[in-house]
């Protein structure tokens, strides 16, 4: 049901001059959910993002957002831009409560979120500092705090981990959980896998411009074959004739000099086979280890990056 959804996007495309960067792209974000964005460099990510916030228009399409079209929802969008860049010269509290007054919030109110959001950022004792004195990672926490300060229904990330060390990373993802629990919608953008299989419910998967996923983590990885590593002294043939193995393939030797195989599942099969039968012809397995798809598997084999 429409009312549901925080955000929809049916056959949107983008061209600049000849150039088509999203190609007839159609997704969905459920209300309150942590939906993730992900696609290589150059995928379109921004440009969609861009299109959603009313920044762009799309070529083609139609994009709803919280109910209603274009930029009459933004008072109700939290974004944090990819390019990060704050008024150097004001003071972090001052330039959070500029920024919710452009969004419709009255001074007082925003002085007060403000002040309380810095505190819990950690960032009590730098309330009056101004932003050239403070570190990268302290002037994008007043980034975002400057971004969810209205209270936002819907919050737009475009690659907010980058640049943030692994604490402050963290940091993040706890407040991206955070305003789910609120009943926020969250969308972010990014490349690095591991960020969107700890907090996301659902993910849509871009590469050059088009989808090539949308849907739940278990099925996105369901895409990506398993794999199963060995040790042991065995051939290629032998390995091969195992149930449900695609591939296989020597990667080295272990500490104690004995081969290690890398071996493909096909799609759907597990390593229960392979091993029984490794195990009832005598084999020599002397480890192994099944390893399940991870998202980053997923993104590989969806999108064809051979870097995530
Ligand atoms: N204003 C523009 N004019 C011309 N081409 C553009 C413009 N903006 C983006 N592009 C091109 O569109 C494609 C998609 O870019 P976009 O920034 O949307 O991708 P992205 O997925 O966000 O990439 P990244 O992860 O590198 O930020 C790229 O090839 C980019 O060069």
Not at 15 to 22: R, S
Not at 45 to 59: A, E
Not at 211 to 235: D, I, N
Request: charged share 25%.
């Amino acid at each position: 049901m429409a009312s549901e959804l925080a955000l929809s996007l049916d056959g949107v495309s983008k061209t600049y001059g000849d150039f088509q960067a999203v190609r007839d792209l159609s997704f969905e974000v459920k209300k309150g959910t942590i939906c993730g964005f992900l696609g290589p460099n150059g995928a379109g990510k921004t440009s969609t993002v861009r299109m959603i916030l009313g920044l762009s228009q799309p070529s083609a399409g139609k994009i709803t957002v919280l109910g209603g079209q274009g930029s009459r929802a933004l008072d109700r969008i939290g974004f944090l831009p990819e390019e990060r860049g704050l008024y150097r010269k004001m003071k972090a509290i001052d330039v959070i409560v500029f920024l919710a007054g452009l969004k419709g919030v009255k001074a007082s109110v925003a002085r007060r979120r403000a002040k309380e959001m810095l505190e819990a950022q950690g960032l009590g004792a730098f309330i009056n500092s101004p932003i050239q004195s403070l570190s990268k990672g302290m002037s994008q926490k007043v980034q975002l705090i400057s971004c969810l300060v209205h209270e936002p229904e819907l919050v737009i990330l475009d690659e907010p981990f980058s640049g943030l060390d692994p604490v402050n990373q963290q940091g993040l993802e706890s407040i991206i959980r955070d305003l789910s629990k609120c009943g926020a919608t969250v969308l972010f953008s990014t490349h690095v896998m591991q960020h969107a299989e700890r907090l996301c419910q659902n993910v849509v998967m871009l590469t050059k411009g088009r989808k090539v996923f949308e849907g739940s983590l278990k099925q996105a990885r369901a895409a990506a074959p398993r794999y199963l590593e060995l040790e042991g002294q065995l051939s290629q043939a032998d390995i091969l004739a195992l149930p449900g193995i695609k591939s296989a393939t020597e990667t080295g030797l272990s500490e104690d000099g004995v081969p290690l195989w890398h071996c493909e599942l096909e799609a759907g099969q597990s390593a229960h086979e392979a091993l029984k039968a490794a195990f009832l012809r005598n084999l020599d397995v002397r480890r192994f280890e099944a390893r399940e798809p991870s998202l980053h598997d997923a993104f590989i084999v969806l999108t064809g990056a051979e870097h995530a």
